[in-house]
């Protein structure tokens, strides 16, 4: 998870986990939250529970080419979602800028 300095202004280390995004769903949508959420980290709480990385998924030439039919041109998550969703990760916030913790869950 991204470290911010003091003042919570100014990313030191890290990126916003995706991990920490699907908690604060789970929380807007009143729902047991499989991830444990700790200043430095994110992480399931369940050890025996897997991460399924997509953007290596979505990195296979049989997913982009074959399934998807080249739909999308690279494959950070944010263009392939754009591309089959119609939906943007972050809308118009930029995601090495801002801090999403800081956001409402809204």
Same mark, same amino acid.
């Given at each position: 998870m991204a470290?911010?300095?003091e003042r919570e202004e100014n990313r030191i280390k890290g990126r916003d986990s995706d991990f920490y995004i699907l908690h604060q769903r789970c929380l807007l949508y009143h729902?047991?939250?499989p991830i444990e959420v700790k200043r430095t980290y994110c992480?399931?709480? /369940?050890?025996n529970k897997k991460h399924? /990385?997509?953007?290596?998924a979505f990195s296979k030439p049989i997913i982009q080419n074959g399934v998807f039919e080249g739909k999308y041109r690279?494959?950070?998550l944010d263009s392939v979602s754009q591309a089959?969703?119609?939906?943007?990760k972050?809308?118009?916030l930029n995601a090495t800028t801002s801090d999403i913790s800081s956001l409402s869950i809204e």
């Open positions: 470290v911010y300095d729902l047991d939250s992480r399931f709480t /369940d050890p399924i /990385d997509l953007h290596r690279t494959t950070d089959l969703l119609g939906v943007e972050y809308g118009k």
